[in-house]
């Protein structure tokens, strides 16, 4: 006879609730590290799937993911030239919010260097790649535009030609793709009140009519470098920083750039609330299973009367805050890999992390156990009389 199912069986409803309980609090800690993996990889996706060895960056700058960066759209011929370049790519990045249908969306704009680039490394699912370097673009299926679709970017519109899935910035915007000039023109918009009050602002300090706030040069935020097999990256990033004017950032470098300060306070932040959340958990099955126990002290002196070994009353209470901790994990576990996919941000829900918070419930319930077994080795057999 297992006296744990004996009695899970006879308190049955009381059980559930508590297994539901504790699975809703696994659920909460898995979410938590997923959401955290999620926004790392959507930091991440641009650097790991772009295919760039090297970015050259505004001189004494971190590049475009850390900080702001400018540097002439010119550069890239300056790196094209040296020797061990395989291939060179124009990169500009910004936020947008444009009307569509009586709604205001907001992307972050990715210019694609077209021809090199026509967005071959992007996740598309539907349509097509860009077939020109105007007016046309790719966009994430999260900001709600479909193919055909036209959305008006500065001063011209632009014809979705194709849908992407899980492009999106560290901030959970989705990518907008359209080519490095349409971006630069899209930046560099002005209204006709700022043109005149620039021409205005001119005429006053003595300088031609034409000069604006705004500067006119075209500036990209990065130029992407991809090297030949056989090339040294360190050779041709000594170079390129010889020039003085630009900075050079390898893959790695970026992604220690993300991970280490930018998503750092992030990171310490969802494991204090995980941590919490454990704690939390440890204390709920604690107190259920010393309940449970008190509860049965006058049936534990029963047994205890009648000859029961005291192994076998512990490992009924053992078992009762398995049960429980096991339950509630397999329905935690079930219940954010239903609900997980329809939240706004992306939550990962890794394997490994499955093994951890296993191996914690398991901790938090043998701790939660002995709380309930100390409390009935101290039952004597006497006290069935009381």
Same mark, same amino acid.
């Given at each position: ?10 308190? #049955?409803?009381?059980?559930?609730? =508590?297994?539901? $309980? !504790? ?5 909460? @800690?898995? *979410?938590?590290?997923? &959401? ?116 008006? #970017?500065?001063?011209?519109?632009? =014809?979705?030609? $194709? !849908? ?5 910035? @560290?901030? *959970?915007?989705?990518? &907008? ?210």
């Amino acid at each position: 006879m297992n006296l744990a199912l004996k009695d899970i069986r006879f308190n #049955l409803t009381r059980f559930v609730l =508590t297994a539901t $309980g !504790v699975g809703f609090l696994i659920m909460a @800690s898995v *979410g938590m590290v997923g &959401l955290y993996r999620g926004i790392v990889d959507d930091a991440l996706l641009i650097i790991e799937t772009v295919g760039a060895d090297l970015w050259v960056v505004q001189g004494g700058r971190s590049g475009p993911f850390a900080e702001g960066s400018a540097i002439a759209s010119s550069t890239d011929r300056r790196v094209e030239g040296l020797a061990g370049v395989a291939e060179v790519r124009r990169f500009v990045q910004s936020s947008q919010q444009f009307p569509f249908e009586g709604r205001d969306r907001r992307a972050t704009l990715t210019g694609l260097d077209y021809p090199k680039d026509r967005g071959r490394w992007v996740n598309l699912v539907h349509g097509r790649l860009l077939n020109t370097g105007h007016h046309e673009a790719i966009a994430d299926a999260s900001i709600g535009l479909a193919i055909g679709d036209k959305v008006r #970017l500065g001063l011209d519109d632009y =014809t979705v030609v $194709g !849908v992407t899935h899980g492009m999106v910035d @560290s901030l *959970g915007d989705g990518l &907008l793709f359209v080519s490095v000039n349409d971006a630069i023109a899209i930046a560099q918009r002005r209204s006709s009140e700022e043109v005149l009050l620039a021409r205005a602002a001119g005429a006053v300090s003595g300088d031609r009519a034409g000069t604006s706030s705004v500067a006119q040069d075209s500036k990209i935020a990065a130029v992407l470098v991809r090297l030949d097999p056989a090339a040294d990256p360190d050779r041709i990033a000594s170079a390129i920083q010889q020039w003085g004017d630009v900075n050079v950032i390898g893959r790695d470098e970026q992604r220690n750039l993300l991970l280490d300060k930018r998503l750092w306070r992030l990171r310490v932040q969802i494991l204090a609330f995980t941590g919490v959340l454990l704690a939390v958990m440890t204390i709920v099955i604690s107190l259920i299973i010393y309940t449970m126990t008190v509860e049965k002290l006058h049936q534990i002196a029963m047994l205890k009367l009648i000859g029961a070994r005291n192994a076998t009353i512990a490992s009924m209470v053992v078992q009762q805050a398995a049960l429980i901790g096991f339950g509630g994990f397999t329905m935690g576990v079930t219940t954010a890999a239903l609900v997980f996919p329809y939240f706004p941000r992306r939550v990962v829900i890794a394997t490994g992390d499955i093994v951890v918070m296993l191996a914690a419930v398991a901790a938090i319930c043998g701790i939660g156990s002995m709380v309930g077994v100390s409390r009935a080795m101290r039952v004597r057999a006497q006290e069935v009389l009381s």
